[in-house]
């Protein structure tokens, strides 16, 4: 074998260890130094123009999963939530645009609930729960996000 030839690979070798660390190197800073966001969402707050494709309607900072903030509502999929005097329990999407809320009042009848369906673009005018009126903020296989709006 002549020199230059095993020259040449010491060469490739070289570049190939040096590559490896550098790639080595910026990852371990990146797991180290940069923090995961707890939402996919926060990746992109930055980003001009960015909106919630869903219902159009820009991010908020909505409450976790079965609490309730003072004019915030999250319901997971069939669980039942309390919003006034009313049991709401919501069913998921039906469809890619359609999705089904169950409502019983609880002051007439706890155990008997009434179906209704919603498109996107109702519920982007608002829905009314009993004598309230909500705008749908999200609807997600599993979970809704109402907010209370007034009349």
């Given at each position: 074998?002549?020199?230059?030839?095993?020259?040449?690979?010491?060469?490739?070798?070289?570049?190939?260890?040096?590559?490896?660390?550098?790639?080595?190197?910026?990852?371990?800073?990146?797991?180290?130094?940069?923090?995961?966001?707890?939402?996919?969402?926060d990746?992109?707050?930055?980003?001009?123009?960015?909106?919630?494709?869903?219902?159009?309607?820009?991010?908020?900072?909505?409450?976790?999963?079965?609490?309730?903030?003072?004019?915030?509502?999250?319901?997971?999929?069939?669980?039942?939530?309390?919003?006034?005097?009313?049991?709401?329990?919501?069913?998921?999407?039906?469809?890619?645009?359609?999705?089904?809320?169950?409502?019983?009042n609880?002051?007439?009848?706890?155990?008997?609930?009434?179906?209704?369906?919603f498109?996107?673009?109702?519920?982007?005018?608002?829905?009314?729960i009993?004598?309230?009126?909500?705008?749908?903020?999200?609807?997600?296989?599993?979970?809704?996000?109402?907010?209370?709006?007034?009349?």
């Open positions: 074998m002549k020199t230059t030839e095993s020259q040449q690979w010491l060469h490739l070798i070289g570049f190939t260890v040096a590559g490896v660390a550098a790639f080595g190197i910026m990852y371990a800073a990146a797991v180290l130094f940069i923090s995961p966001a707890k939402d996919v969402r990746y992109y707050a930055g980003v001009v123009g960015f909106t919630e494709k869903y219902i159009g309607q820009t991010p908020l900072v909505l409450p976790p999963a079965g609490e309730v903030y003072k004019d915030f509502f999250a319901l997971k999929t069939h669980d039942t939530a309390p919003i006034e005097h009313y049991r709401v329990i919501y069913r998921g999407l039906q469809s890619r645009d359609r999705f089904t809320i169950e409502v019983a609880t002051r007439l009848d706890a155990d008997s609930f009434y179906t209704y369906q498109t996107f673009d109702q519920a982007a005018e608002g829905i009314r009993g004598n309230q009126r909500f705008r749908v903020l999200s609807a997600r296989p599993s979970i809704l996000h109402l907010q209370r709006i007034g009349d």
